[in-house]
C-alpha cells in the first residue's frame, strides 16, 4: 500500500507542476513530451494523474 500511495504523490506533484507551469508561462509538459490528447501514452498519463487524485482524497478522507 506504501508503493501506490509513494506513486500516487509522485503523480499528483507532476500534475500539480504541469498545472502551474501552464498557469504561469502556458506551458503543458505533459503535451510537449508525451503528445498530450493526441498520443495514447500522453492521455494515460492525464488519467493517471487524475485517478491519483481521487485516490488521495480517499485516502486522506478514511485514514
Known sequence: MRLIT???SIL???GALN???YGLFKI???ANY???FKNPIGRALYVLIGVA???SLL???FN
Open 19 to 21: 498545472w502551474g507551469l
Open 6 to 8: 509513494a506513486l500516487a
Open 59 to 61: 485516502y486522506i478522507i
Open 34 to 36: 508525451f503528445g498530450g
Open 12 to 14: 499528483i506533484i507532476l
Open 53 to 55: 487524485g481521487v485516490y
Open 28 to 30: 503543458d509538459l505533459i
